[in-house]
């Protein structure tokens, strides 16, 4: 073989397998086609869910806080409506209830959102109302929310309470319809927990956001007010607990002991007891019970002391000191073994005794024509 004839055999050598090499590679390629086609479009899912879940931190919590302070607000304009209502008549609220919700409603959302942009419970947790292209939301915005958040829902509750006793189309109508409203506020909740934009159905629909105003806001959460109600709370518990232990009404005695003292020392005239002004057949401790805050020129004022059977002495025991009181309330007051200041006389009672003496009936007089009197 020539030297031609082998120049010529290598090159179709070459050239076969440079064929080969080019069907190879279109043939890996057909197949990378029909894969792509086949598969599920990766790059568009990625996208989807960047988009879904890369927008700025938007205070879920903040967001959800917020509308609980809203309906406390609320309650809160409701308790003080209804007891400003209650002078006019017991069932004017009851009666008028739905309008009262209405117009408290339009009241707080002029104030708040359509004034500032923001109810007052975003307003408390540093967040404002934007569109989702960041600006302020435009007065048609506002009016479509107001007229659905107020509007809307005064005018759904009479609908629902004037289909209360009918059974026909619009009742089923309206069922319908308010499940699928249940069912699409759960759905777009739960988006919302996801990338945290849109609060409320509504919200998805007007495209309208709570934002905080400003990148430089601290997502710390402030548990001043927590901490502060469970110190009182703490607080309380101690007492409720101290106090039966302490016992006030001991402290007491003993500070009306040396009060007593300090006025012997001083040469004040005894007064007597703080309710030495009751007639004898009142318990002076069941009418301190009862009236703690009564004094001798208030009662003078009114007329006087009247009896009555909630303050008359039951089963009489005599103090050491002669005063007569109930057996039941003398005995709680010398339970402990400390003695009391009798609120008659201000001598201290020790110990006790049955009253020996006999009921007192004032003599009846009878007056004739003629000026003769028999008693």
Same mark, same amino acid.
């Given at each position: 073989?020539?030297? *031609?004839?082998? +120049?010529?055999?290598?090159?179709?050598?070459?050239?076969?397998?440079?064929?080969?090499?080019?069907?190879?590679?279109?043939? +890996?390629?057909?197949?990378?086609?029909?894969?792509? /086609?086949?598969?599920?479009?990766?790059?568009? &899912?990625?996208?989807?869910?960047?988009?879904? $879940?890369?927008?700025?931190?938007?205070?879920?919590?903040?967001?959800? *806080?917020?509308?609980?302070?809203?309906?406390?607000?609320?309650?809160?304009?409701?308790?003080?409506?209804?007891?400003?209502?209650?002078? %006019?008549?017991?069932?004017?609220?009851?009666?008028?209830? =739905?309008?009262? !919700?209405?117009?408290?409603? /339009?009241?707080? %959302?002029?104030?708040?959102?359509?004034?500032?942009?923001? #109810?007052?419970?975003?307003?408390?947790?540093?967040?404002?109302?934007?569109?989702? !292209?960041?600006? &302020?939301? =435009?007065?048609?915005?506002? $009016?479509?929310?107001?007229? +659905?958040?107020?509007?809307?829902?005064?005018?759904?509750?009479?609908?629902? *309470?004037?289909?209360?006793?009918?059974?026909?189309?619009?009742?089923?109508?309206?069922?319908?319809?308010? $499940?699928?409203?249940?069912?699409?506020?759960?759905?777009?909740?739960?988006?919302? &927990?996801?990338?945290?934009?849109?609060?409320?159905?509504?919200?998805?629909?007007?495209?309208?956001?709570?934002?905080?105003?400003?990148?430089?806001?601290?997502?710390?959460?402030? %548990?001043?007010?927590?901490?502060?109600?469970?110190?009182?709370?703490?607080?309380?518990?101690?007492?409720?607990?101290?106090?039966?232990?302490?016992?006030?009404?001991?402290?007491?005695?003993?500070?009306?002991?040396?009060?007593?003292?300090?006025?012997?020392? $001083?040469?004040?005239? *005894?007064?007597?007891?703080?309710? #030495?002004?009751?007639?004898?057949?009142? @318990?002076?401790? @069941?009418?301190?019970?009862?009236?703690?805050?009564?004094?001798?020129?208030?009662?003078?004022?009114?007329?006087?002391?009247?009896?009555?059977?909630?303050?008359?002495?039951?089963?009489?025991?005599?103090?050491?000191?002669? @005063?007569?009181?109930?057996?039941? @309330?003398?005995?709680?007051? &010398?339970?402990?073994?400390?003695?009391?200041?009798?609120?008659?006389?201000?001598?201290?009672?020790?110990?006790?005794?049955?009253?020996?003496?006999?009921?007192?009936?004032?003599?009846?007089?009878?007056?004739?024509?003629?000026?003769?009197?028999?008693?």
């Amino acid at each position: 073989m020539t030297s *031609d004839d082998f +120049a010529r055999a290598q090159q179709q050598v070459l050239a076969r397998q440079q064929r080969r090499v080019a069907e190879s590679q279109g043939l +890996a390629e057909r197949r990378r086609q029909r894969l792509d /086609a086949s598969r599920i479009p990766r790059g568009r &899912l990625v996208e989807a869910w960047d988009n879904l $879940t890369s927008s700025r931190p938007a205070f879920r919590t903040g967001q959800l *806080d917020s509308e609980l302070l809203d309906d406390e607000l609320l309650e809160l304009l409701k308790v003080q409506f209804r007891e400003g209502l209650k002078f %006019f008549g017991p069932h004017l609220f009851q009666d008028w209830s =739905s309008e009262v !919700s209405l117009l408290l409603r /339009a009241i707080l %959302f002029k104030l708040s959102i359509w004034d500032h942009n923001a #109810s007052y419970g975003a307003a408390l947790q540093g967040l404002e109302y934007r569109h989702t !292209s960041g600006a &302020l939301p =435009s007065q048609w915005q506002k $009016t479509l929310y107001g007229l +659905a958040t107020v509007f809307g829902r005064y005018g759904w509750a009479r609908w629902e *309470d004037y289909l209360v006793d009918k059974e026909n189309v619009l009742t089923r109508f309206t069922s319908v319809a308010s $499940t699928v409203h249940d069912i699409a506020s759960l759905v777009s909740f739960l988006v919302f &927990l996801v990338n945290g934009r849109y609060r409320t159905l509504m919200d998805r629909v007007l495209r309208l956001r709570l934002v905080a105003p400003s990148n430089q806001i601290s997502r710390e959460v402030s %548990f001043e007010y927590l901490n502060r109600q469970l110190v009182w709370h703490a607080f309380t518990e101690f007492l409720l607990f101290i106090l039966p232990i302490l016992g006030v009404n001991r402290w007491r005695r003993w500070i009306g002991k040396a009060w007593r003292k300090a006025r012997s020392l $001083t040469g004040a005239e *005894d007064e007597g007891g703080e309710l #030495s002004f009751l007639p004898e057949r009142t @318990c002076a401790i @069941c009418y301190q019970e009862q009236n703690p805050t009564t004094s001798e020129e208030v009662l003078m004022a009114s007329g006087g002391v009247v009896g009555s059977a909630t303050t008359d002495i039951t089963n009489p025991y005599e103090a050491s000191c002669g @005063c007569l009181y109930c057996y039941v @309330c003398l005995g709680r007051r &010398l339970a402990d073994g400390e003695g009391f200041s009798c609120l008659r006389c201000g001598e201290e009672i020790k110990q006790c005794k049955p009253w020996s003496g006999d009921v007192l009936e004032a003599k009846k007089s009878v007056s004739f024509d003629d000026g003769i009197t028999q008693e």
